[in-house]
């Protein structure tokens, strides 16, 4: 966690007690700065928010807006991760898979993206094969 999002105080500083939650602006920008260091899952980013004292709702908009403009890809955080462990690390398959379960990402999230990228293919090689 960034040192920025522990010490968040009012202008009055350390001293005066009065802690306010970071706003939307500043969580928004501290993600983009964790993301930018690595590729992290939705749930890492969410853990992150939270305890730098994000309010909830804040914490759902920032992702929202991270995901939609495809900054946060649990997909490709996991895929990464995978290589890594696998390459680098020299994990087995079920490792690998207990670590993306802690991560916040099971293998069923994982294969309906698949499918839906060969889902196409198979439907043209169906049609193709039906009209010859």
Known sequence: MSPRLRSWTDE?????????????????????????????????????????????????AVLARLGADGAVDDCRAARIHAQTAFRVRKRTRARILQELERLGITLGDLLPHQRSDQEPAAENGQAQHGQG
Not at 33 to 41: F, P, S
């Open 12 to 60: 009055g500083g350390e001293g005066s007690g009065d802690r306010r939650p970071p706003t939307e602006a500043r969580l928004y920008t501290e993600a983009v700065r964790a993301l930018a260091r690595r590729e992290l899952t939705s749930l890492q980013l969410r853990e992150r928010l939270v305890a730098a004292g994000g309010r909830a709702a804040d914490i759902d």
